[in-house]
């Protein structure tokens, strides 16, 4: 299982960024599909999750409304679109992916190396 992250980067508040994570080595279709972070000194926070079909995302409240999760099944590829960035919403975004269901408890079994984006004036 590979998940490579792309596309943090540094940006003042209010800006945006788009996220992608390209997967491979796994049913892409078959998985729920995770997006996490990390700032330094802080505990792993859960960020959204996507699976497919009917099922809405799921956004944690503090990205709900700024934050879109999508996914390309045919590139194999996971999305988050950034908007109205603020400066706590700088960490260390991985990308992760489980067949099972899960939110705020156990961690996805596979998981990128992250990509950092860091929103500064």
């Known amino acids: 299982v590979q998940l490579v992250e792309s596309g943090g980067g540094a940006v003042q508040p209010g800006g945006s960024l788009r996220l992608s994570c390209e997967t491979s080595?796994?049913?892409?279709?078959?998985?729920?599909m995770y997006w996490v972070r990390q700032a330094p000194g802080k505990e792993l926070e859960w960020v959204s999750r996507i699976y497919g079909g009917t099922e809405s995302p799921t956004y944690a409240p503090s990205v709900k409304g700024r934050f879109t999760i999508s996914k390309d099944s045919a590139k194999n590829t996971l999305y988050l679109q950034m908007n109205n960035l603020k400066p706590e919403d700088t960490a260390t975004y991985y990308c992760?992916?489980?067949?099972?269901?899960?939110?705020?408890?156990?961690?996805?079994?596979?998981r990128g190396q992250g990509t950092q984006v860091t929103v500064s004036s």
């Open positions: 992760a992916a489980d067949f099972r269901p899960l939110w705020m408890d156990t961690s996805p079994s596979y």
């Open positions: 080595g796994f049913t892409f279709s078959s998985y729920w």
